[in-house]
């Protein structure tokens, strides 16, 4: 049977094998998708052995993807965007890699949020941060402001994408500026509930907050946003779920339907462990 599998550390939590396994029920493939923890120094190794025996196509999570970007011989023109690759494959001339994080959080904020002429708050300036920046200009948003708590970092992430016909500016989450549509969180804060320095100010005219990190509970940055005011919140469980179907169709040829998969990951976020 085909196998792809998703590699990082950690990969216990992942509901990856979920979602894939839903997907190829619903388009009628037969697959395997497994969970590989891959020691912090062994990424190429682990990797190389995963194809060498017999994998066609890989999922990878932190902290490895700046790793699989370099293990790829040939890079989409997202992955190269965002200098790191979360889907391996392969094809008549190697391994193929791609950047599917950015697609997918544009496919769901879509969902929410008309992003034409969209002011946009991103806060992060790390491989979150870069793999979303792209996909966003493409959706013709009036604007990024890149927020960070190095100004330095910040501004050479806005550097590498400004252009005649994007704006992309770069400053300090302490001082963000106000007049925002949009806030997306690409730190990870939330993982360990972590408070983000914003003003209040910069919650003004703010139509909706995005999550990158998704949990049974709002995170820490969604509940902060909702003490703000700001009327929606939505974390990243649909981000993850379209990521996921844009690594299925390059795999599989095939787009599955991704609502009711998501659907019924929201509903195994509200079991108990």
């Known amino acids: 049977m085909d196998r792809y599998a998703l590699l990082g550390h950690p990969v216990a939590h992942s509901k990856s094998p979920l979602i894939h396994a839903a997907f190829a029920r619903q388009t009628n493939q037969k697959l395997t998708y497994d969970r590989i923890l891959v020691p912090l120094d062994g990424f190429i190794e ?21 790793e699989a970007f370099q293990f790829a011989n040939q890079l989409t023109d997202r992955a190269e965007q965002a200098g790191a690759v979360n889907t391996l494959w392969i094809d008549d001339d190697g391994v193929v890699g791609d950047n599917t994080d950015g697609i997918g959080l544009v496919r769901d904020l879509s969902r ?24 966003l200009q493409e959706t013709g948003v009036a604007g990024i402001t890149i927020a960070n708590r190095s100004l330095d970092k910040a501004q050479l992430l806005a550097e590498r994408f400004a252009s005649t016909s994007h704006r992309v500016q770069a400053v300090t989450l302490d001082q963000p500026g106000e007049g925002f549509d949009l806030i997306i969180n690409a730190t ?55 990521q996921a179907a844009e690594s299925f169709w390059h795999w599989r040829g095939v787009r599955p339907d991704t609502a009711p998969v998501l659907a019924d990951i929201r509903a195994t976020l509200q079991q108990p462990l």
């Open 188 to 242: 990870s804060a939330s993982i360990g509930s972590q408070h983000l320095p914003l003003p209040d100010t910069a919650f003004k005219q703010v139509h909706l907050a995005y999550d990158m990190m998704y949990a049974a509970e709002p995170t820490s940055f969604l509940k902060q946003c909702a003490d703000a005011g700001v009327p929606q919140c939505v974390d990243g469980a649909g981000m993850l779920v379209e």
């Open 112 to 135: 929410h949020v008309d992003l034409k002429d969209a002011r946009v708050l991103l806060l992060g300036a790390g491989g979150a941060a870069r793999g979303a920046i792209g996909p």
């Open 46 to 66: 682990s990797v190389a052995d995963f194809f060498a025996m017999g994998g066609l196509g890989c999922n990878v999570t932190l902290p490895f993807k700046e």
